[in-house]
């Protein structure tokens, strides 16, 4: 302090300090959170797309898919139905992938007006939400990093894992 200056000017600057500090930490809490929602929803988004077939089956062909050839990231075989109201197919298509393999069957639901299937059970559940369990990962460091909030992020990462894991297993 400049020994002329009154004590009151010497406490403006930091009330100014206070606030843009605060206006600064109200704006990265407000940006990373709004960057976490995003990858959270985009996480549930793509996850949906699948996982709605798989866990809401009710009305839907429930069947069974040998699975005969595979090639250009899809797989096909015939399809046996299993539910009521269901028709044999002579070959539907199944996405190629960890979960899928040539030579093996598996239990499917038919998506709606298509001859596209996707596993179902619970490896098919868990597997339709690997998308959210990248997410979880993904979200859980900008929650520690951008929202400062470690515990959260830890048990965001810990769900993200034990999700991954799970799928893992099951499939």
């Given at each position: 302090m400049i020994p002329a200056m009154p004590a009151s000017a010497a406490a403006r600057p930091r009330q100014a300090s206070s606030a843009s500090s605060a206006l600064l930490t109200f704006g990265r809490v407000a940006a990373m959170g709004t960057v976490t929602a995003l990858i959270l929803i985009a996480g549930v988004w793509a996850s949906w797309g699948t996982a709605q077939h798989v866990m809401l089956t009710k009305g839907r062909e429930r069947g069974t898919v040998e699975v005969t050839r595979c090639g250009g990231g899809v797989c096909a075989g015939p399809y046996a139905p299993v539910s009521a109201g269901s028709r044999a197919r002579g070959s539907v298509r199944i996405e190629d992938s960890v979960a899928v393999s040539e030579g093996r069957t598996y239990s499917v639901v038919v998506k709606p007006g298509s001859d596209d299937v996707v596993r179902s059970g619970?490896?098919?559940?868990?597997?339709?939400?690997?998308?959210?369990?990248?997410?979880?990962?993904?979200?859980?460091?900008?929650?520690?990093?951008?929202?400062?909030?470690?515990?959260?992020?830890?048990?965001?990462?810990?769900?993200?894992?034990?999700?991954?894991?799970?799928v893992f297993l099951a499939v």
């Open positions: 619970p490896a098919g559940v868990l597997y339709a939400w690997v998308p959210l369990g990248g997410a979880l990962l993904l979200a859980s460091v900008v929650v520690a990093g951008g929202l400062r909030r470690t515990r959260v992020a830890w048990v965001m990462a810990g769900s993200g894992v034990a999700l991954l894991t799970a």
